[in-house]
């Protein structure tokens, strides 16, 4: 009798340690498909961000004469940068991580950046910001801060980051919703458009939350990537049924609308992308049109939105996904972190504004995937957005939103690994958790945990053990804050 023998592992699976990380090529399939579907609203989000926006010359990114003439070109050069620095992260970084253009960061660049100078000079400061970091992770700079950072913080990030996906899951489903400014109102969100559900879209979204769960608990494989395509098919439904149309109607505010996306079958499949954009950037411009010191705290507020909120997302998807090791470090970080700085740099290259990790890449790892083969299949699902952004549009926020909410649960789950008895590091640890979702960014949530981490230290006379970076990183955050009237001042 002969011994059966095991099958050697694929070339393949070789490569992206599948079976080592305990996945499936289905698997990381099924995870690619689910951050694509869970992130594609980018491709949509981003030229409505950019392209009705307008420089210090009033000049409208991507050329014509009226605002969102350019967004043709800006969706186009969106889904392309998403879709090269994504497959870039699974071959060289091999961890289940997407890229897009950040939001957050596209807003600053828009609004802060590009009002006081030209577009090409704007995104020319992007350049220069992907420039910095990219050096900081060939020096070792950006691993060595990643290795600072106490256990505690990091998995107090990871937490924040599950409340901070979950408000964005609600908030782009229109289930919660900013109060509009009325005299008397006392509180700065509320349930739905008036206080309470209603609208379809509602209806849809909590429709697919309810599925998602019941998915989830019940253990079905691809529970999130299921029940983005069948909430996709209710919405589609609901749509033909009740014309629900978007947020807005013929002009005019339309509350109980799909909130971007409306889920209707598009008069066509295909479009032929427009990459005019690419290459349009002044890399010195900024300083010519601002000056050097306003031009280096635009750069240093980028490059520390662009630094920590990679670092937070890396450290919250990778403990998800079983990842990091008994330190809580990411094994091999230094290959995802120099693709995510490339990645920056690409962004202003391709005038979409700044590239970053992506935090819907959870939904992903919620999904079984685990390794960069997952990335490779999100990366190529970009490429065919860039020919397909009509069906890439049927997917609504109200389908896809639940899945962030869903993870966001996960991640709230190692806060059991908290020691809240300890306040000098609870506090901290606090911080960071509710200032997240709270500010609506991860930066912030990461420096107030910095600074009232070194605070904390010293005043209790326990700064024995903590890494000499934290105090650099504490006193940089102190800076970040305060940007504002140091600009005044400088300037």
């Known amino acids: 009798m002969t011994a059966e023998t095991t099958p050697a592992p694929s070339a393949l699976d070789r490569y992206f340690r599948i079976t080592d990380r305990g996945s499936t090529v289905q698997r990381e399939v099924r995870g690619g498909l689910t951050t694509f579907f869970t992130m594609a609203y980018i491709v949509v989000l981003n030229p409505l961000i950019l392209g009705f926006a307008t420089d210090g010359g009033k000049h409208v990114l991507g050329g014509g004469s009226t605002p969102g003439s350019g967004i043709p070109k800006i969706a186009a050069a969106t889904a392309l940068v998403a879709a090269v620095m994504t497959i870039l ?37 992007v350049v220069l910001e992907g420039i910095v970091i990219t050096l900081l992770v060939l020096t070792g700079v950006r691993s060595t801060i990643f290795r600072a950072i106490p256990m505690e ?23 919660v919703r900013r109060i509009p400014d009325v005299a008397g109102t006392t509180v700065p969100v509320q349930l739905g458009s008036t206080g309470e559900l209603s609208g379809w879209p509602t209806v849809v ?31 589609i439904v609901v749509e033909k049924a009740f014309d629900v149309g978007g947020a807005f109607v013929n002009g005019k505010p339309n509350p109980g609308g799909f909130s971007l996306n409306v889920p209707d079958l598009p008069d066509k499949i295909a479009s032929t992308p427009d990459l005019g954009l690419l290459g349009k950037f002044s890399l010195f411009g900024g300083f010519e049109a601002v000056g050097a010191v306003t031009a280096v705290l635009f750069v240093f507020t980028l490059m520390l939105a662009d630094f920590f909120d990679t670092m937070g997302t890396v450290v919250g998807v990778g403990a998800e996904a079983g990842l990091l090791d008994d330190q809580g470090q990411l094994p091999g970080a230094d290959r995802v972190l120099l693709v995510d700085s490339l990645a920056a740099i690409a962004g202003g290259a391709a005038s979409t504004s700044s590239a970053t990790t992506y935090i819907e890449s959870a939904s992903g790892v919620g999904d079984g995937a685990r390794t960069g083969l997952a990335s490779v299949v999100t990366g190529l699902l970009f490429v065919g957005a860039l020919f397909l952004t009509p069906l890439v549009s049927i997917v609504p926020f109200e389908a896809a939103s639940p899945a962030l909410v869903v993870v966001g649960f996960l991640l709230m789950t190692q806060i059991r690994n908290i020691d809240f008895d300890d306040w000098v590091v609870a506090i901290p640890c606090f911080l960071t958790i509710v200032l997240m979702p709270f500010t609506y960014s991860i930066t912030n949530g990461i420096g107030a945990g910095f600074v009232s981490y070194a605070v904390l230290r010293l005043a209790t006379g326990r700064r024995a053990g903590v890494h000499p970076l934290l105090w650099v990183i504490a006193a940089l955050f102190v800076v970040y804050f305060a940007i504002a009237p140091l600009t005044d001042a400088l300037t």
């Open 89 to 125: 992260m699974g071959v060289i970084g091999k961890y289940p991580f997407a890229l897009a253009t950040g939001l957050g960061l596209n807003a600053f660049v828009a609004v802060s950046i590009a009002s006081q100078m030209s577009w090409q000079d704007a995104m020319g400061l």
């Open 153 to 175: 913080l990091k998995t107090a990030i990871s937490v924040g980051i599950g409340l901070f996906i979950t408000i964005i899951g609600f908030v782009d489903a229109g289930f």
């Open 205 to 235: 979204f909590v429709f697919g939350l309810l599925l998602m769960t019941v998915l989830m608990v019940r253990k079905v494989r691809g529970a999130l990537f299921l029940g983005i395509v069948i909430t996709t098919v209710f919405a």
